[in-house]
């Protein structure tokens, strides 16, 4: 008799967690990109080898550059571009942002603002987000994580960010940082 008290405490228990669970939407498809930051070994400095990690919508195509630290994604419907770059120096990131002023001039980013991203918290970790309006509109964010700096510029036509800007909101916590030993 006793055995069967706890049986049905914990069947109502289960029940009433199971209920008390919000329904959560199904997470977004994304497809895992990597990209590759190598560097020689330098006085005082050892080399770096490191893979960074993101997961992009899925259905966006594109391709490494041969330099194995950018890729560019275009969507599915011609509307726009996912640019992902990787650096260890913030003076590496000029040449991708010279790009983007040149390839999307009628797109203006706004003045730096902080940024919550799950998982980027604490010494070294944050996430830096410039909003994109123009023509063309989407985000621009820098992602700092284990002294790497993740640049994920999203233009697309203003039709398409409504529903973009979510899924990109998820697949920043996406970001891994990996050392590849020797």
């Given at each position: 008799?006793?055995?069967?008290?706890?049986?049905?405490?914990?069947?109502?228990?289960?029940?009433?967690?199971?209920?008390?669970?919000?329904?959560?939407?199904?997470?977004?498809?994304?497809?895992?990109?990597?990209?590759?930051?190598?560097?020689?070994?330098?006085?005082?400095?050892?080399?770096?080898?490191?893979?960074?990690?993101?997961?992009?919508?899925?259905?966006?195509?594109?391709?490494?550059?041969?330099?194995?630290?950018s890729l560019r994604f275009f969507g599915p419907?011609?509307?726009?571009?996912?640019?992902?770059?990787?650096?260890?120096?913030?003076?590496?990131?000029?040449?991708?942002?010279?790009?983007?002023?040149?390839?999307?001039?009628?797109?203006?980013?706004?003045?730096?603002?902080?940024?919550?991203?799950a998982g980027f918290k604490g010494m070294g970790?944050?996430?830096?987000?410039?909003?994109?309006?123009?023509?063309?509109?989407?985000?621009?964010?820098?992602?700092?994580?284990?002294?790497?700096?993740?640049?994920?510029?999203?233009?697309?036509?203003?039709?398409?960010?409504?529903?973009?800007?979510?899924?990109?909101?998820?697949?920043?916590?996406?970001?891994?940082?990996?050392?590849?030993?020797?």
């Open positions: 008799m006793h055995s069967s008290r706890w049986l049905w405490a914990l069947s109502v228990l289960l029940t009433v967690n199971a209920e008390a669970k919000p329904k959560r939407e199904p997470p977004p498809v994304f497809s895992v990109k990597e990209l590759r930051l190598r560097t020689l070994a330098q006085p005082g400095q050892p080399a770096i080898d490191r893979r960074v990690r993101i997961g992009l919508p899925k259905g966006w195509t594109g391709e490494l550059e041969p330099d194995a630290r419907e011609g509307e726009g571009v996912i640019l992902v770059a990787a650096a260890l120096h913030p003076s590496e990131l000029g040449g991708y942002l010279t790009e983007l002023k040149n390839n999307h001039p009628a797109a203006t980013p706004s003045p730096p603002m902080a940024m919550e991203v970790q944050r996430a830096t987000r410039f909003i994109i309006t123009g023509r063309e509109v989407g985000e621009m964010v820098l992602l700092e994580k284990q002294d790497t700096i993740v640049l994920v510029a999203t233009i697309v036509d203003p039709e398409s960010w409504a529903a973009l800007q979510p899924l990109m909101a998820k697949a920043y916590p996406t970001v891994e940082i990996i050392n590849v030993g020797k």
